[in-house]
């Protein structure tokens, strides 16, 4: 808990010199590069690439993606996390393992993954192909590499939520009479609301920063599939102080997401997921 | 039970202190030779035991490692370490201080910037002349069964080929830009990747109908797979031609003597031998 001194200023109570010691070392670990990338910007030279086409296209697209896959993640990573908390089936445990595997997977591996199972020559991608349904080299086909990578993010933060949760109101809930849809709008849904938005501001993150699966999976054409990571990339071969400028463009854009999704109550949410056991407002 | 005494309490000032002792540590574990030094030190100075540091571009590392075999049997003191990466990462690597005593860049336009930036970094370095080590021509290829049944770099013109090529930006694809140019293609490409790998990758797999790579890469992927992929025969436009230089720098004895031997004639029979043409 925090103190308040005498001037009213608020002090840090109760850490050990150690604990202090550590985190300022972690966050200068974190703050000195994103510094020095500040610092080197030719701050100037900002405006003048933001309205030039290409990086103008490759932001809107990445931001169109961001938002799309934010909406697949959130649309079938929760009840996918509901699932996983809220009943029991043989393999379960293995599931839950594969579906968390896109977090800890190279994403170029992501990428092949995705190529042998929706690929021309993949899996189902052949299937597809003779119905007339091609992916690859489309927007649709970075949508879906994005999501592959981005929901097990929500997953994880909903599963985590529920299962700390416990199931005690459900019961509750049932007991008294409510239908199970009412039990999941009423009960459910609500005390997940906070790891829901985690994991939706996480899966959103993670898609504005996705380039290896892209590349791998669905290529790389201006306004189309050329995301902003994929074009910072590419300037950075002839243009080393352009990329930079376009990264500080990449952090402003990823800064305004978090600066937003706090300032909207999400503080509480991304808190409220991560403490174990403390339960959504 | 007693009650805990209270392990610490900082005020603003002390945390901010420790902050400015933290941030001291880690300056001192900083790199020092922030001015451009490591350009002049060599990591070897005699042919005995030296070491020779060769910044590589991907393209020519196993044919790069082959010349250093041959070079190391004839000269069995000095050990030659190669760095493969694209040219645009070995050059800013060597710009932030990695030590390099060789540079092989794939393209001239790489070397030219590299030099620049250099010479901006430290007007007082001298000049480095780079030498022509070899040239790469351009080639079609297309997966083992031609699903789009192309037959010649016209075909490339057809709507509805799914063509894959380098970004203009980078070497190879600025070389099919003017490959395109000069025989008057007006091509769409689905894709225009980032590297030759990229390019080869998605032909390999039938993702794209057809790509434009180097002829190396051609001649490497298919002495790993003689059915990776099916080559298209297309004419020679010299134009489109990419030279890639080589550039020594540190007055190193063994670095010298490696870059005449890469430059020379048994250097470039290993090079052709890949598939490489010779320096224009």
Known sequence: MALRSRRGRRRIAGLPVLVIVLAVLGAVMIMVPVFALASRTDWLRVPELISQEAPLAALLLSLRVAVATTIFSVAFGVPLAMLLARTDFPGKPVMRAVILLPMVMPPVVSGMALLTALGRRGVLGETLSGWGIEIAFTTVAVVVAHTFIAMPFLVLSVDGALSTAGIGSEVAAATLGASPLRTFFTITLPQTAPAIGAGALLSFARSLGEFGATLTFAGSLQGVTRTLPIEIYLTRQTNPDAAIALSMLLIAVALAVIVVVYSAGGTRYVRAATVPGRKGS | ?280
């Open chain 2, 1 to 280: 039970m007693s009650t805990p005494k209270p392990i610490a309490i900082l005020t603003g000032a002390k945390a901010l202190a420790l902050t400015g002792v933290t941030l001291l540590i880690l300056a001192a574990c900083g790199p020092r030779n922030a001015d451009g030094d490591a350009l002049g030190q060599g990591s070897g100075t005699s042919g005995d035991n030296a070491t020779v540091d060769v910044f590589v571009a991907a393209s020519f590392n196993n044919v790069v490692q082959e010349i250093a075999d041959d070079f190391t049997a004839e000269n069995p003191g000095v050990t030659i370490r190669l760095s493969p990466a694209g040219s645009a990462d070995l050059s800013a690597r060597i710009l932030a201080g990695a030590p390099a005593d060789i540079l092989i860049t794939a393209d001239e336009g790489s070397m030219t910037r590299f030099l620049d930036d250099r010479a901006e970094q430290d007007p007082q370095v001298e000049d480095l002349i780079p030498t022509p080590l070899a040239s790469n021509t351009l080639a079609l290829v297309v997966p083992k069964d031609n699903p789009a049944g192309i037959a010649s770099i016209e075909d490339l013109n057809r709507s509805g080929i799914r063509l894959v090529i380098c970004a203009p930006r980078v070497p190879c694809g600025d070389a099919a830009a003017r490959l395109a140019e000069e025989l008057n293609l007006a091509w769409s490409p689905v894709s225009e990747e980032g590297s030759v790998t990229d390019v080869l990758g998605k032909v390999t797999s039938g993702e794209a109908d057809a790509g434009i790579v180097y002829a190396t890469d051609v001649k490497a992927a298919l002495a790993n797979d003689s059915a990776a992929l099916t080559e298209i025969a297309i004419p020679h436009v010299p134009e489109s031609d990419t030279r890639s230089v080589v550039v020594q720098l540190t007055d190193n004895t063994a670095a010298q003597e490696f870059t005449d031997w890469l430059t020379g004639p048994r250097g470039l029979e290993r090079l052709q031998e890949a598939g490489f043409g010779a320096p224009e």
